[in-house]
């Protein structure tokens, strides 16, 4: 099987702790995780690259072995541990990851050699788990590719305090601006702007247009029920609402891992922004209305998608499906 896109980053064993004490776990959790699960559901050609320890539980990943990817980059290694994690939700809204146990940094050899020629690498990234090293080897190997990324893990609300402080501050800062100059789309949300940049942004315009200037291609801001801005390389700006959860709100963890994953996705096929963030408003939309972290029933099909779309277009954006019709008609699956 050959793949377009190759999701890489660590999968969680987690434990996660909710505003009001509340416990549940171990969950399957982290970007990977979500993305992964996701682009199974939508019919993408993906494939995975991750370690784990040969101990992992199957029925901890089954939602991952079984979702319909390429798991020939999914290794479970002798001596390695998954990634564990307590993940903690504060009552303003922020979250704090501390990690028990963490796997090994994804190297260049852990990708298949066939994976290399894929259209994207997508970077789900929580703590810098695929180094810079890494993503050279991959651009002098795949220059044609998309690179992209889950910025919460470089500098972000995911990464370690101590691993910020390393890529941030040592050397004034040069790994992490190699970094940034390597991804072609990056997706952040304005928590992961002030702590990498330590400092407040005005708006998320404001917050986007810092990573532009560190490097990055394109920046997809995700605000929540307020949607998502995007600005592109030559600084136009596209703001797309969130689409409505017609069935109401369950469960918001990982919608942010699955709206850039969907984005991707959605890109790499139109090469159209717009349209990508409409499909990734869609897909948060209908995920964030069930609960159970990583599932594959909680992930929607293509074909869910497409229709929470015609339906959001229909009832409140009609100019929107009149625009996207051809896509449609073309698409769906």
């Known amino acids: 099987m050959s793949v377009d896109i190759v999701a890489m980053g660590y999968l969680f064993n987690e434990r996660i702790v909710w505003p009001d004490g509340k416990e549940q776990g171990p969950v399957l959790g982290s970007t990977a995780s979500y993305g992964s699960v996701a682009l199974g559901r939508l019919e993408a050609k993906a494939g995975i ?30 001596g390695a541990s998954e990634v564990c994690n307590v993940l903690r939700y504060f009552p303003d809204g922020t ?14 050899e852990d990708i298949p050699e066939d994976y290399l020629d894929a259209k994207v690498f997508h970077l789900c990234l929580v703590d810098y788990e695929v180094p810079l ?20 893990g470089a ?22 601006r190699e970094y940034l100059r390597n991804i072609d789309i990056g997706k952040i949300s304005l928590e ?11 708006s998320p315009r404001e917050a986007a247009e810092a990573y532009l200037e560190a490097g990055v291609g394109m920046v997809v801001v995700t605000l929540g029920e307020d949607g998502a801005c995007i600005l592109e390389g030559e600084g136009r700006e596209i703001t797309i609402p969130a689409v409505t959860p017609y069935r ?37 939309s209908l995920m964030i209305e069930e ?4 599932q594959i029933q909680r992930m929607p099909t293509d074909g869910q998608v497409r229709e929470r779309l015609r339906t959001y277009f229909t009832e409140e954006r009609p100019e929107e499906l009149e625009k996207y019709k051809a896509s449609f008609r073309r698409d769906t699956r």
């Open 155 to 176: 500098g972000g609300a995911h990464s370690r305090e101590e691993t910020r402080s390393a890529y941030l501050d040592t050397e004034n800062g040069r790994y992490q």
């Open 291 to 294: 609960t159970g972290g990583v």
């Open 49 to 78: 690259v991750s370690v784990v320890g040969e101990e992992t539980s199957r029925k901890l990943l089954s939602p991952i072995l079984e979702c319909g990817i390429d798991l020939r980059g999914l290794e479970f290694r002798k």
């Open 248 to 284: 109401g709100v369950a469960d918001t963890t990982g919608a942010g891992d699955t709206y850039i994953t969907a984005f991707v996705a959605a890109y790499v096929e139109s090469r159209d922004a717009a349209w990508a963030a409409w499909y990734a408003s869609a897909t948060s």
């Open 95 to 108: 979250k704090e990851l501390k990690y028990l146990k963490i796997s090994p940094a994804i190297q260049y």
């Open 192 to 202: 992961d702007a002030r702590k990498s940049f330590r400092r407040e942004f005005a």
């Open 133 to 152: 090293e890494t993503i050279g080897k991959i651009r002098r190997r795949s220059p044609g590719a998309l690179i992209t990324a889950d910025l919460g």
